[in-house]
């Protein structure tokens, strides 16, 4: 699809786990993708309780209550009708089989690479990377993210003010201001 589109160059805005897929285009075409923007992914080792729910939706008989807890918490405190929409309705859509393959392909992920900010410090050259995330400051997650960042120049982390996993429905233009600062830099 790339080829096709006769693009040169293009920067990936991965949501979430889709990440992996960015890394990977990196390590594909790596002159064409001259940056990443990731939005609220797990960059470091998954929490424990993380890992029950990617476990849960392998399972036949709890996929669909590790994913009705996943909508829990990317919409809690959303009072967004278009966000509510995607993910209950759009996502919600979406098959047994297609949520137990996520579970096992974000497992496998995991398992292969440690977590996304090892393997983005294995690429060569450095890739510049943006992520967008609502973590706040006194969670150990965005703590690593900026120990991470203060090793790694080319790692930077943007702390949104939204309240869901989705914040492009919450802040769109906020999200499309930062995305556009990055790459124009």
């Known amino acids: 699809m790339i080829d096709s589109s006769k693009a040169e160059q293009l920067v990936p805005v991965a949501l979430a786990h889709s990440g992996w897929i960015a890394i990977e285009l990196r390590r594909r075409l790596a002159h064409r993708i001259p940056k990443v923007v990731l939005c609220n ?17 392998q399972d036949l ?18 009072d967004n ?30 398992a292969k690479a440690g977590n996304p900010m090892r393997a983005m410090a294995a690429l060569s050259p450095a890739l510049p990377v943006l992520h967008l995330c609502q973590l706040e400051p006194h969670v150990p997650a965005w703590t690593l993210q900026e120990e991470f960042a203060a090793s790694h120049p080319w790692f930077h982390s943007h702390r949104l003010h939204a309240k869901g996993h989705f914040a492009a429905f919450e ?15």
């Open 81 to 110: 009708p278009e966000a509510t929409h995607f993910v209950r309705g759009i996502m919600g859509s979406a098959s047994g089989e297609m949520w137990q393959r996520s579970g096992r392909e974000i497992e496998k992920d995991y």
């Open 171 to 185: 802040i769109p233009e906020e999200m499309a201001r930062l995305i556009e600062a990055f790459v124009a830099d």
């Open 61 to 78: 008989n709890q996929w669909q209550q590790m994913r009705d807890r996943l909508f829990s918490l990317w919409l809690e405190g959303v």
């Open 41 to 57: 992914w797990i960059v470091t080792d998954p929490p424990p309780a993380f890992k029950v729910v990617v476990k849960g939706l």
